[in-house]
């Protein structure tokens, strides 16, 4: 390959869209991944693309929901330069209501939406039905969003890789640094960004998910218990997760994951029987600020972040990876101020 003009350090789902945003602006990118593509949290199971609550509107929220907006003709891009689908559907969300309060609380937020979601999305209190892909509601209300998304995490990653290589983009486990660099390395550059600047700016959580088999392909997700249950478009469920700041082993599985799957299954009794197809358990990202890390990593210059994707790295990734490409490649920067790496 050429002289390459960007450098890519990690394989997840932040910096693998980082680099196809740039190979579609022209951009020669070098990705390199010393484990294997999707080897930390973006490697997992859920794939929920889910909003902030519609309140309290703040620089990280208007971030998400512009993400979650061009998700859909984002993610287009991909798969036809890939050939390959990614899972993704905006098939939206219900969420269980537990009495009168909450849901004029619901209600409250319905009419703030209208608003901060720019009438392009809808999050409105619905009666509850009764039907089989439905939690039981203590108040026989839900509420319902339009804007919540499904991915694929895996598929995305390799649709991600095929649209890079299409682009005349280059995926390797070795290779020099060339042109700037941004670093997306998750827990590991989290440690590393915290060393160099004398002050904890982040640390791992775990988490543990689960995988059924079950059709519920067009299904909404459902967020019932603290839990995301998604309905894939394989057949597939998967349910998730916890977050732990102790454990004896990272990437195992354990009790807190069989009790967690007990509670989808009595929130959700058509999962009752529904065979268990893949445990999967893995070190998560999450920035103090519970913000992404992005912009120039503070005295290395040439060299950028891309970090802190704590549960919303795929719902995030679209607006990351056109920031991030602004930045580097244009030397324009709109990142917001929280999100910087200096950012208290």
Do not use: C
Not at 21 to 26: C, L, M, P, Q, Y
Not at 278 to 300: D, F, I, M, Q, T
């Amino acid at each position: 390959m050429a002289r390459v003009d960007l450098t890519v350090r990690g394989a997840g789902i932040f910096g693998l869209s980082i680099a196809w945003e740039a190979a579609r602006r022209g951009a020669r990118v070098r990705v390199i991944e010393t484990a294997r593509v999707g080897a930390g949290a973006s490697g997992g199971v859920v794939g929920a693309l889910a909003p902030h609550v519609p309140e309290q509107w703040n620089p990280k929220k208007a971030f998400q929901l512009d993400s979650l907006l061009m998700a859909a003709g984002w993610w287009a891009a991909v798969e036809a330069a890939s050939g390959l689908g990614s899972g993704y559907g905006r098939t939206g969300r219900l969420q269980p209501l537990a009495e009168a309060r909450a849901v004029a609380q619901a209600r409250a937020r319905g009419i703030e939406s209208a608003v901060l979601w720019r009438g392009r999305a809808q999050w409105r209190v619905i009666p509850a039905t009764g039907a089989a892909w439905e939690p039981a509601s203590p108040s026989g209300f839900l509420i319902e969003d339009t804007l919540t998304a499904r991915i694929a995490p895996r598929a995305a990653l390799a649709a991600l890789v095929a649209a890079i290589l299409a682009r005349g983009g280059e995926v390797t486990s070795d290779g020099p640094d060339e042109g700037p660099v941004i670093w997306a390395t998750g827990v590991a550059g989290l440690a590393d960004l915290s060393v160099s600047l004398g002050r904890t700016v982040g640390s791992g959580v775990k988490g543990q998910a689960v995988l059924l088999a079950h059709q519920a392909r067009t299904a909404p997700q459902l967020f019932v218990d603290g839990l995301h249950i998604v309905p894939h478009a394989d057949g597939t469920v998967a349910i998730g997760s916890t977050s732990e700041n102790r454990w004896d082993q990272p990437d195992t599985t354990d009790d807190q994951l069989d009790a967690l799957l007990q509670r989808a299954r009595t929130a959700l009794p058509v999962l009752a029987q529904a065979p268990v197809l893949e445990r999967w358990a893995g070190l998560r990202p999450r920035a103090a600020s519970r913000a992404p890390v992005l912009g120039e990593w503070p005295g290395r210059p040439g060299h950028f972040l891309a970090n802190g994707g704590f549960k919303i790295g795929f719902g995030m990734a679209p607006k990351v990876a056109e920031t991030m490409a602004d930045l580097v490649l244009e030397a324009r920067d709109v990142i917001p101020h929280d999100f910087l790496p200096e950012a208290p």
